[in-house]
């Protein structure tokens, strides 16, 4: 359960992508309080300008706060925690609230923890192929390649975060099996 549990919480932190940009969006302000589509065309304009920006990043560090809504609960389960990137394909996603666990990812090894009882304990990584290619996805997202396999629909809507007008590239994935594993 629990790296069913991790690995779901990982996919649906991925896979939701929605990523806001301000300062990308030509029309944000015309969008402002509204949540508008993003034009195919722009839409190509702003990936293209994204992907110039952010493949120069060589390191990250972000707060993350991940809602799922699991059919088992009424009101959705929140999760907070830090994801760091280092350039091209260190990962380390550490949670520490409702539970503390951390995956790190260093070239071809993966290694999961989980916090029991005061003491870092070491878990299986479980299907280690499916994991490798959802981090595979989380690096490249990074360097702002939302789409270079061809398996997700993007698109794209201007949002109102915190009184800024952004865009949000949303992805989904086109494979149903992949679909179902992240639901």
């Known amino acids: 359960f629990r790296f069913n549990r991790f690995l779901s919480c990982l996919a649906v932190i991925v896979f939701s992508a929605i990523l806001s940009f301000p300062g990308f969006c030509a029309e944000a302000d015309n969008a402002e309080g509204t949540a508008s589509v993003i034009p195919e065309g722009e839409l190509r304009t702003i990936l293209t300008r994204i ?23 009424s009101e959705p389960v929140f999760s907070n925690g ?24 260093s070239k071809d090894k993966i290694y999961k923890y989980e916090m029991v009882n005061g003491k870092w304990k070491n878990l299986s990584s479980g299907d280690e192929k499916m994991m490798r290619v959802i981090l ?48």
């Not at 830090?82 to 790190?104: A, G, N, T």
């Not at 997700?152 to 594993?181: M, Q, W």
């Open 136 to 183: 595979d996805h989380i690096a490249s997202w990074i360097k702002g390649r939302f789409n270079e396999n061809n398996l997700y629909a993007v698109s794209g809507r201007y949002r109102t975060v915190e009184n800024r007008t952004a865009c949000c590239i949303l992805l989904e994935p086109k494979a149903e099996g992949f679909k179902s594993f992240i639901s």
């Open 51 to 73: 992907e110039e920006n952010m493949n120069q990043i060589t390191s990250l560090k972000t707060k993350i706060i991940q809602e799922k809504k699991i059919s088992l609960f």
């Open 82 to 105: 830090i994801l760091l990137f280092k350039s091209p394909d260190k990962i380390r996603l550490e949670y520490f609230d409702p539970f503390r666990s951390v995956l790190l990812v």
